[in-house]
């Protein structure tokens, strides 16, 4: 069943690696195919990731797209112990990541790493039903 996503005007997308903008108006498309792919709204940029947590998912963003991750799960792994030894608070949740990564689940790592930007954010209070790991 393809997946249809719904682009704003000017929008990226990554696909496989290729990075794509949207023209003036908003656009329709369905993947029909399995990729990998992200919206622009998912991506933190080398400029934006002046946090640890925005680097984890800096990491887990390029760990997702890589034809092989390997070198970038070696370099999550130093920089979640290091974030856990910083904030403490963030074990729970950076555990929870860590098993998604073990797992070969890379979008669901995204998907948690992007809920320990928000609570870095919001002054470390641990996200609902997060904490556990999968």
Same mark, same amino acid.
Request: some cysteine.
């Given at each position: 069943m393809p997946l249809r996503l719904e682009l704003k005007p000017?929008?990226?997308?990554?696909i496989n690696g290729a990075l794509l903008r949207n023209g003036d108006r908003r656009s329709t498309f369905l993947i029909e195919t399995q990729?990998?792919?992200?919206?622009?709204?998912?991506?933190?940029t080398e400029t934006e990731a002046d946090t640890a947590c925005k680097q984890l998912h800096l990491t887990l963003t390029v760990i997702y797209l890589a034809d092989d991750p390997?070198?970038?799960?070696?370099?999550?792994?130093?920089?979640?112990?290091?974030?856990?030894? #910083?904030?403490?608070a963030a074990a729970p949740q950076v555990a929870a990541i860590a098993g998604a990564v073990e797992a070969g689940e890379f979008y669901k790592a995204l998907k948690l790493?992007?809920?320990? #930007?928000?609570?870095?954010?919001?002054?470390?209070?641990?996200?609902?039903?997060?904490?556990a790991a999968p």
């Open positions: 000017y929008e990226r997308l990554i990729c990998k792919f992200l919206r622009e709204s998912e991506i933190i390997a070198q970038g799960i070696d370099l999550f792994f130093r920089q979640a112990t290091d974030l856990i030894r #910083v904030a403490p790493s992007r809920k320990l #930007v928000e609570w870095e954010g919001a002054g470390a209070n641990p996200p609902d039903g997060d904490t």
